[in-house]
C-alpha cells in the first residue's frame, strides 16, 4: 500500500489516542470526516492497522520491575517447545527471536525480585535452555511501540 503524508498524520493521530473520532482527526489533516473515516478503513483492510489496544502503567497495577532476559537454546530443536512454553507466561510481554550469541530477548513485568526469580527458573528449567542472561531496568528513558515515518518525507 502506497501511503501518503496524510495517511502518515491520520496513523499518528491514532498512535496518539486510537479512541479519537474521525472528526477530531479531521481538522489536522484538512480533509472531511468521511474521508478520514474511509482511509482510516483502507489502513485497516491492507493490515497497517492491525489492531487497537491501550498503553498500561504496569507500576500502578503493581508490576514494578521490568527485566530484559536473553536466552539461548542448545539446539534448535528445542525452538518449538521453549517458543509454546514462553507464550504461557503471561508476565513476558515481549518475545523476540534473534541473531548473535543468544537466540531470544525477553521482556518481563513483575511485581518483585522473588516473583522474576520464579520466572527464571521456569525458563531455565525448560528442556534445552543452555543459558539465560538477564538485565534488570533501572529507568524507563523512552518506550515507544509506535514508529511512523515522518509526514514530511
Known sequence: MNMDAV???ILNALAQNARQRAS???ADVSLSVSA????IRKLEENGVIEQY???LNQKKLGNGLTAWMEVCLEHPKHYDAFVER????PNVVAF???TGDFDFMLQ???SSPEALETIHRSIKSVQGVSATKTHLVLKTIKDNAVFLPDANS
Open 7 to 9: 495517511d502518515i498524520k
Open 24 to 26: 477530531a482527526i479531521c
Open 36 to 39: 478520514v473515516i474511509e482511509r
Open 53 to 55: 489496544t491501550i498503553a
Open 86 to 89: 514462553v507464550l504461557d507466561i
Open 96 to 98: 523476540h527471536y534473534l
Open 108 to 110: 518481563i513485568v513483575t
